[in-house]
């Protein structure tokens, strides 16, 4: 047998458990409103060939993925650093932010929206695009 010396290891046992609304109710409209503060941003930094895609009940990454395309480096950057600022200054917090150094693909993850900002070359060659617009399973399988 195997026994723990020291501190009593303690439970909940008696306290009812909080309920709270599921995060789709809850949320709906600061997603709304974080999509919204997203899309004007991208314009406002001329973002190019701007992409959104629902992925709702496709995937439980996120609600919807935004694509687009900055024009060199610099504008990646700072179409990034643009669309960050603007997100806290919303009140939406801080975004996880991926690939802001190299700027040829930078990730903007705000829980429920994912934002892709590329260089035109790579997003070429990911197209990731193509694989999120694809049919749901019930729309038919495309070959």
Same mark, same amino acid.
């Given at each position: 047998m195997f026994f723990w010396? *020291?501190?009593t290891l303690r439970t909940a046992i008696g306290k009812k458990a909080e309920v709270l609304p599921s995060l789709a109710e809850a949320g709906r409209e600061d997603v /709304? #409103? /974080?999509?919204?503060?997203v899309?004007? $941003?991208l314009d406002d930094s001329k973002a190019e060939d701007i992409t959104n895609i629902d992925i709702r009940g496709k995937s439980p990454l996120a609600d919807y993925m935004i694509v687009a395309t900055? #024009? $060199?480096h610099r504008h990646v950057a700072a179409i990034a650093d643009h669309l960050? #600022?603007?997100l806290k200054e919303a009140g939406?917090? /801080?975004? #996880?932010?991926?690939?802001? $150094? *190299? /700027?040829?693909w930078v990730l903007v993850d705000t829980g429920d929206i994912i934002i892709h900002v590329f260089r035109p070359e790579v997003r070429e060659f990911y197209n990731i695009?193509?694989?999120?617009q694809a049919p749901d399973a019930e729309e038919g399988t495309v070959h």
């Open positions: 010396k *020291g501190k /709304a #409103r /974080a999509l919204e503060t899309l004007t $941003s900055g #024009r $060199s960050i #600022r603007n939406l917090g /801080a975004p #996880r932010v991926e690939g802001q $150094s *190299g /700027a040829d695009e193509k694989m999120w």
